[in-house]
Each structure stands twice: as structure tokens, then as C-alpha cells.
């Protein structure tokens, strides 16, 4: 089973533009949806974006609540998912977790460890 380890968290101020990375323990392509979500306490987890195998394209997905803002992408050869944040709010401190979803022989998905994010002045 693939291991997930996040990367770039922290204390950013509002505005900031902090960027997330997932180092995955095996390839990533082409057997792995990629994506991200976030938690804050007493909520449940909730989706923040994903990107297929193929990379960026129309079928990578943002929410609502972070389209334009942030951006997903991939390096294949580095088994790396990464998230770039900009212009935070502090609605976006949570807990972000990678997320990799095997496609086939069979589905199944696999959570990282997660990575804080407070963003405060």
C-alpha cells in the first residue's frame, strides 16, 4: 500500500501563499488519483481538490470555496502531489490531508498523516 507524507504546513498570515507537497513511497502514474482535503476541528473532512493521473487538464476539480485561489499539480517523475495556496483566509486553517486514490487493479485510498495550517496574523 502507498504512503503518503505531507510537507509545507505551518503559521502563515492572511494573504500568504504557502505550498503543500505529497511525497508518495511508489509511482504515482499512472495507478493514482491525486488530491487534497482539509479538516478543522468538529467538522468532518472536507474536499479541497484532486487532479488524475494524466495531470492537469479539465478534469482536475477544485470546491467552490477555494476555486481560483488555490492550484494542484503533479510531478510524476517525483512521485509528488502539491498543493499551492494563495491568498489564504484564516476559514482555510485546518489540518490538510493528501489523499491518493488507486484507480485499478482495484479502488482503494489511502490518507497521509496531514499537515497544519493556521493562518493567523
Known amino acids: 500500500q502507498v504512503q503518503l507524507v505531507e510537507s509545507g504546513g505551518g503559521l502563515v498570515q492572511p494573504g500568504g501563499s504557502p505550498r503543500l507537497s505529497c511525497v508518495a513511497s511508489e509511482s504515482i502514474f499512472p495507478k493514482y488519483v491525486m488530491g487534497w482535503y482539509r479538516q478543522t476541528p468538529g467538522k468532518l473532512r472536507e474536499f479541497v481538490a484532486l487532479q488524475p493521473p494524466g495531470g492537469n487538464g479539465i478534469n482536475t476539480n477544485y470546491a467552490d470555496s477555494v476555486k481560483g485561489r488555490f492550484t494542484i499539480s503533479r510531478d510524476n517523475a517525483k512521485n509528488t502531489v502539491y498543493l499551492q495556496m494563495n491568498s489564504l483566509k484564516r476559514e482555510d486553517t485546518a489540518v490538510y490531508y493528501c489523499?491518493?486514490?488507486?484507480?485499478?487493479?482495484?479502488?482503494?485510498?489511502?490518507w497521509g498523516q496531514g499537515t497544519q495550517v493556521t493562518v493567523s496574523p
Open positions: 489523499v491518493a486514490d488507486q484507480v485499478f487493479p482495484v479502488a482503494s485510498r489511502t
